[in-house]
């Protein structure tokens, strides 16, 4: 168990600006695995930083380490229209992750949100809640659908099993839900086989840019190396919505080929600074993990715990 002055060193390093980006990232992953009070509030004051990439990362972990005291403050992020869409964003899908009842009004609020993204976010989340109430978890123990072997907190459960085409069919039709479209995304996450991933590549063409990003942080999870031109062809497109650039490059750093290992050199120095840096971490974290010195690819990869 960590003492409250462990977690309090870990958590000045993560709020530490003139640390180096990876550095605060190595932080941020110990606090989350550490769990907490303590660990939640260190992670709360980080949000005042101006890196939208480690904003991002605050609410995704905090929606994954599931503690109902991190309600409060990400509602304060989903409310605060300063803060950048993607934080915003990752707010609400973590206040759908904790999976309390109790901010289904805020998030069936911001289903209306001006910003997209925001908008199709909380409403994936107020579906997920509403899936939760229903009973629907004890579906997924039925044995018609694959477990989630990443562990992760997903933001729709996964569709009943079925054909890889059957799942690309309603993964890529547009006027289904966007809740439904999700399930046949992790459905083809869990199978987890190539025809699987290439079905999943296709989906970086859809129209949604929050389904876009989805898809590439399903592809980072599942690490397969026929993932990798479509992702680098995402990376790669300068008029790409910045938030798919970013887990397009993320994914390419937990698959961590060598060619992944190229475009990421090649993409360290992006304009784009939530591209840049994610680059930069995507390949810090390579370095960790084929040194074996720190195990947090997790980051990466999205694993709970």
Known sequence: MATVEKIGSIGQELVDPRQDLTKRFRALFTLRNLGGAEAIEWISKAFADESALLKHELAYCLGQMQDKRAIPTLTAVLKDKQQEPMVRHEAGEALGAIGDSAVLDLLKEYSQDPVIEV????????????????????????????????????????????????????????????????????????????????????????????????????????????????????????????????????????????????????????QERVVKESCEVALDMLEYENSGQFQYADGLVRLQG
């Open 119 to 270: 908008a199709e976010t909380c409403q994936l989340a107020v579906q997920r809640l509403e899936w939760l109430q229903s009973g629907g978890e004890k579906t997924l123990q039925d044995g018609h659908t694959d477990k989630n072997p990443y562990c992760s907190v997903d933001p729709a459960p996964p569709a009943a099993r079925k054909s890889v085409p059957e799942l690309r069919s309603a993964l890529l039709d547009e006027s289904l839900p966007l809740f439904d479209r999700y399930r046949a995304m992790f459905a083809l996450r869990n199978l987890g086989t190539e025809e699987a991933v290439l079905a999943l590549g296709d989906g970086l063409q859809c129209s949604s840019a929050l389904f876009r990003h989805e898809i590439g942080y399903v592809l980072g999870q599942m690490q397969h190396p026929a993932a990798v031109p479509a992702l680098r062809a995402a990376l790669e497109r300068s008029n790409e919505n910045p938030m798919v650039r970013h887990e397009a490059a993320e994914a390419l750093g937990s698959i961590g080929k060598d060619e992944c290992l190229a475009v990421l050199q090649r993409y360290r120095e992006d």
